[in-house]
């Protein structure tokens, strides 16, 4: 079943059409990539699926609804999490009162307060920031704030997550554990859109994968496929594959 | 957990000591401090609510506190209860926010700074028109006049306002408020309903800021009816509460026991040249001390800590 549906959506900044007529969907359970050259519109996308920008065409149903201009966090309520290419915690707050945002609010709120420490300590054990608990957000270092937002967006439980460039910063050991995580955390039943330029981590993941260019749809198929789509080695792969 | 209880147990011997003040001391000076510092710490919490736990700048608290003066003066000396009164200034103060908000906290920035000092503004000049004059008690309150129930009524309101600041900002509504402050569009993205968390900080705040009013229209024999609107209510609270520490809950107290004593000794010895002390102070503390009073320790340790490392190179 397919749990987001997107279909000829649309977005314009002035005369640029930083979206343009793009339709896909994500079934449940799914790892589905989204790939394309810088400024071919995968974060605009996710702007429109999250709410935060509104989309000049086109709608996008979530769960059988019509989720099409809710806002971002009715959004976040339905079960839709997100994380930023540029890490956005709350600067201010720990760690654990970072997380316990995501957990006292988010799709499914916990019952207590003591329950919202539990459960976002839990959280914070599984990324591994059990060390960094009680430290401010704002100080620390990009990796760690990286793993933060990560935890916070779980934190909401999410049944649909995007992921925007995660392993970016990262080293290869980090990358590696990053997608095992990602993996564990797929298994435990949430479905995942996953823009990256790390392509070779990313077709280690991806069930599907949909390639934008210009704020267009050029192909969408299995990683295998994609990997040998002319149009796409010719756009943005090619490097890639001599790499 | 242990600190917290620690601390309650701290809060309830200092508000009982404090109950039992009129009973030990006789001096009308002690007491007319005291009511100043109660009368601020509630003035100034209830600004840190919305500007240091919700990041909304409100730069017209006189407004909202003048509003609950004006009220409760009204309809206490037109012979409402006191009580009633008093509560009636509070909603007043309420409603108002609710008027002020309902626009100005839809959009993120600066508009609720510029906006809450336009309706400051305003609110003084119009005052100041229609009620040129002074309000003088009538004969039978001058006659009954005790410092003593001026003195619980404002340690009612302090106590009354930072157990409600206390409770709010340390459960899921705390929260949501301090995410707000963060990082608006990021708190939406965890399903934080960013208005409503604004809302809520502001009601609390101008209700309590209205209560203080009240107090204030209780204590004051006479005075022009334009004077709690004067923009000094604006400044100090937000003074205070950057001298003390913003965002944090005790920082406010101290900041109101230190401004209230040192404007007391300034007074005395300066005059008018306090205000520029204050000023002075406030600017050095946004610059070189921006946790305030409350951040100190961390402060000066870390610059011990810098100083040590340089020597032990």
Redesign the interface.
Known sequence: MDLLKVENLSKSFGALWAVNNVSFTVGEGEIVGLIGPNGSGKSTVFQLI?G?LRANRGTISYDGKDITGF???QI??SGI??T?QIV??????TTL?NV???R????S?ARS?KE?EDEARRLLDLTGLTDKVSATAGHLGLIYRKKLELA??L??KPKLLLLDEVMAGLNPTEMMETVEFLKTVRNSGVTMIVVEHVIKALFSMTDRVVVLNAGEKIAEGIPQEISRNEEVIKVYLGDYEHA | MAERKKGFVVAAVVVIALALVPLVVAREYVFSILCMIFLYVTLSQSWNILGGYTGQINVGQAAFFGIGALAARLLWVAGVPFYLSILAGGLSSVILAIIIGLPALKLRGHYFAIGTLAVASIAQITVGNILPGISFLPAQHMATYSLIPRYYVFLIIMVTALAAVYITVNSRIGLGMEATRDDEEAAQMVGVNTFKYKMIAFLISSFFAGLAGGGFAYFNASYYWYLPFTLMWCFEPILIVFIGGVGSFIGPIIGSVCYVLLKELFALTLGEANLLIFGIVFILTILFFPKGIIGLPAKLRQLFRRRGNVVGR
Not at chain 1, 88 to 93: I, L, Q
């Open positions: 999250t935060l806002k971002p966090y976040s309520r999490a997100r930023f956005r915690p709350f600067p201010e707050m009162k316990m945002v995501g006292a609010f988010g799709s709120s307060m919202t916070r967006a934190a909401t």
